[in-house]
């Protein structure tokens, strides 16, 4: 009596761990003495009594519940012990999950088939469940962007029921931090899994084992039962009552079955819809998402999806997947006529042209794109540079005010050309002379500032357009991944002609139009009614004109700067040269002008130096002239010509003999000083303007202006000579024989005679005449008129058939006495004229007559 009142002990029990509702051996001692002894008995907390069955005091078997505890210890409990302890525990598994079509050797309890439906993935069906997490492992959510991992792994998924399962996207999703070890155990837990998997119903019996065993005992107790009774052969007997019942109960299961199999058919045709429509929900959604971000702008987002679902749905055979994505191409040949349209909207950016043709690229728009978009731009290029002349024409007229297509082109100074990326020289050598007065727009002649609007219009226009180009040429409009881009690069290479056809019909009609407005003469008459239609009643001047050769040149260099070939620009050089061409021969002949005007401005007021004012504002003429042309970088063959022509021109001093009413003697000693002013000091000056304004051909054209000059002087002092020369000339031949004077019956020699001394008189007349103008002209005007009166003399002397002898000392006194007295005037050819005179009288005889002679003949 007092063993069976000690408390049950549990030792051991077999197996150790397993399911709910595995069968289990519990082992130990004083586990009671009878089966009504057996009151409690425990499994990891969960009373498992009704399932126990004794068999000794050291042995019970039972199966365990679903208990909550993972692990926990066996507990009996007994009339005669009480409550017992375990020296050992079990440990609980969790069930795997079995669907409902699944082989199973016990009962599946429902409630956890539906706890199961709770954690379905993305709504698959029960039939096709999987597990949540298939490696076993803790799930740890990266970070990394599903766009990114959209771009990573291109028409791939990371759902691992999809057909496109990528294993990397999933891992990379679900487990970036992951150590190695614990994938490691994942790689186990799949191993495990698959060997499960591939163990099929040889895995069903195993588990089963027991359930089979008892159902064997059961029927092997039936049939020695039916054999001792001996009825199973009698008609009504159990066996065939128990054959009927089992038929009614199958008639009866199917009954009951058919209606929850079709309720199930019904439950799994509208889950699996729901699961379509979820699964899906990203085609069934697009159309109108297409709509929304089309809406926004958001173009990119509308190709990734239309990309996404072509690759999807794009050759579905499913009719309700073709309706819908029926409506999505609808939808993106919309996107594309619209990209297409805003695309050759005018103006846009280059910024803009790229993105709506890479994005046309990007949705396989058919045709070319990139090359539509450059004819528009063409077009418009041309429009506004025709636009912008029939503006200004407008405006001439005062009936306009300018707005080329619609775009506010106003007149001001930060132009395109000023901001325009030069090289420095560029910069340097050709910016524009801003004038500081706010009114130059006004100051300045209409073509004035057309050429330039005309050429900001086209600088503003053509780098755009020659890059959007470039960008063709090289491929980098379109996207890789439409798949065209050799293809298209082939088409811009077939089109480098018709590109190159547009550059020259821009340039050519920048040069059309800019020769239209000012040089109209070298345009046809078919020419001029497209080109032309200026007011050129008034000509512009040199320095307007060398601001448009400015304007012309800055924008030949920006177009030179973007690298488009020289034979492209070279009606612009054309262009250039024939401006310089007609600004050459308009500053020469303004500057002839002015020049000519000069003489309305003489005062005859001479200064120290012999010369008037007039010199001096020919050279400042001249210089500004020189500083123009620099300017306008107006340097050629033809203009030092020109200019050595222009210089010296008689008519530089054309109302000279207009003048020649009051004192003309002396105004032509002042032009005279003026000349040898012009000659020393002027010329000279100008020469080094010449070379400092880099004019290479300076001495040939100072070398032709001095000629020409000098051929000015040389008339200028042979008329001032011959008006002073001639009297005194003139006077001598009546002076020698006044009185009736004879050279054969004269008296002998007192003293030179009165006509002598008149000459004399009339010669420091023209000296004092001279001198007081200019005493350089001295010199060269006396020795003149005395070359003329000696040669008088030496001829009236050989004119005389004989002399007396007193006639020839009285001849060789007057010849001598006026030699002596303009000794310092003296020329080789007056001192051979007295020496012919000297020559022709009688050689003196006695010695007396040479001494005399000797006294005045040196």
Known sequence: MSRARQPPLVTGISPNEGAPWTKVTIRGENLGTGHNDLIGLSICGHNCLL????????????????????????????????????TVSFKLLKPERIGILDQSAVWVDEL????????????????????????????????????????????????FTSENFSATWYLMENHSSTSFEQLRVAVANLKKQASKKNEGSLAYVKGGLSTFFEAQDALAAIHQKLESDGTEKVGGSMTQRLENVLNRASET????????????????????????????????????????????????????????????????????????????ETRIEALRKLLLDKLLETPSTLHDQKRYIRYLSDLHAPGDPAWKCIIAQHKWILQLMQNCKEDFIKEQKGTHTLSVAGVGLE???SSSLNRISLPAPVKRGGSFQTPKDDSWHYKSPQQVRFVEKLSDVVISQLPNFWKLW??????????????????????????????????????????????????????????????????TKTPLSGAWLTQVIHTVRLSLEALSALEIPNDLLQVIQDLLQDLRVHCLLTTLQHTEEDVKRLAEKEDW?????????????????????????????IISRSFSFSLSVDLASPDLFGSIQEDFSSKPEQRLLIILSNCQYLERHTFLNLAEHLEKNSFTTAEKIIRVSIEALRQLDEYLFETYVEKKSDPIVGSLEPGIYAGYFDWKDCLPPTGVRSYLKEALVSIISVHAEVFTVSKELVPRVLSKIIE??????????????????????????????????????????????????VEALPQLQSGTDKKLGTVHFK
């Open 112 to 159: 956890s088939y539906y706890d199961m439906r709770t954690d379905r993935n993305k709504g698959i069906s029960p039939l096709s469940l999987r597990p949540a997490n298939p490696l076993g492992i803790e799930i740890d959510k990266g970070k990394v962007p599903l766009k990114d991992l959209e771009n990573m792994f291109p028409r791939m998924s990371g759902d």
């Open 788 to 837: 003329a009166v000696a040669e008088e003399m030496s001829r009236l002397m050989q004119c005389v058939s004989s002399f007396s002898k007193n006639g020839a000392l009285q001849a060789r006194l007057e010849i001598c006495a006026l030699r002596d007295a303009i000794e310092p005037y003296l020329t080789s050819e007056s001192r051979t004229s007295f020496k012919q005179a």
């Open 411 to 413: 007149m001001d100074r």
């Open 253 to 328: 299961a199917d009954t009951l079955f058919q209606e929850v199999l079709g309720r199930k058919d019904k439950a799994d045709s509208t889950r699996n819809a729901l699961n379509v429509l979820q699964r899906f929900k990203f085609l069934f959604n697009l159309p109108l998402n297409i709509e929304r971000n089309i809406q926004k702008g958001d173009y990119d987002v509308v190709i990734n999806d239309y990309e996404k679902a072509k690759s999807l749905f794009g050759n579905t055979e499913v009719p309700v997947f073709k309706k819908v994505y029926s409506e999505v």
């Open 470 to 535: 470039i960008s063709y040429v090289n491929g980098s409009l379109f996207s890789e991944k439409s798949g065209q881009v050799e293809k298209l690069k082939k088409n811009a290479r077939q089109r480098q002609n018709d590109f190159k056809g547009m550059i020259e019909e821009v340039t050519r009609r920048l040069v059309q139009l800019v020769r239209g407005a000012l040089l109209p003469s070298s345009l046809t008459e078919l020419q001029l009614r497209q080109y032309g239609g200026w007011d």
């Open 51 to 86: 399932t126990a069955e004794w068999i000794t005091a050291s042995k019970i078997v039972c199966r365990v519940g679903p208990a909550k505890d993972d692990k926990g210890e066996i507990i009996v409990t007994t009339k005669s012990g009480g409550l017992g302890t375990s």
């Open 605 to 633: 007021v001479v200064d120290n130096e012999g010369i008037t004012s007039l010199p001096a504002q020919f050279e400042q003429c001249m210089i500004q002239m020189l500083q123009s042309l620099k300017d306008g970088s």
